[in-house]
Nanobody, 121 residues
Framework: VQLVESGGGLVQAGGSLRLSCAAS????????MDWYRQAPGKQRELVAA???????NYADSVKGRFTISRDNAKNTVYLQMNSLKPEDTAVYYC????????????????WGQGTQVTVSS
């Protein structure tokens, strides 16, 4: 299973970016799809998560500014980021919890390679 992220870049404070993450490979079903981020010198933290059924959770620091969504038919998750702040600067990682085949007994967690988001003040 491979996760390919795109959409990162450099933006001024107050601007917007949209991240995408497409999963491919041996996938029977995907449970949760999440976005994490890691700033220099800090631990990786959960930013937003969405289940197959559409339930969403957000870190307090991004509530009201970020929106996570997914296209189950395309095995793709998105993160719309508005009103960006310099403290949002980090490498953003996509994570998917995948059931590889119909006969798999459990789910496995996969990570993307990360995409850099830099917000200038």
């Amino acid at each position: 299973v491979q996760l390919v992220e795109s959409g990162g870049g450099l933006v001024q404070a107050g601007g917007s970016l949209r991240l995408s993450c497409a999963a491919s490979g041996s996938i029977f079903s995907i449970n949760a799809m999440d976005w994490y981020r890691q700033a220099p010198g800090k631990q990786r933290e959960l930013v937003a998560a969405v289940t197959t059924g559409g339930s969403r959770n957000y870190a307090d620091s991004v509530k009201g500014r970020f929106t996570i969504s997914r296209d189950n038919a395309k095995n793709t998750v998105y993160l719309q980021m508005n009103s960006l702040k310099p403290e949002d600067t980090a490498v953003y990682y996509c994570n998917a919890v995948v059931r590889p085949t119909a006969t798999s007994t459990g789910y496995l967690s996969y990570w993307g390679q990360g995409t850099q988001v830099t917000v200038s003040s």
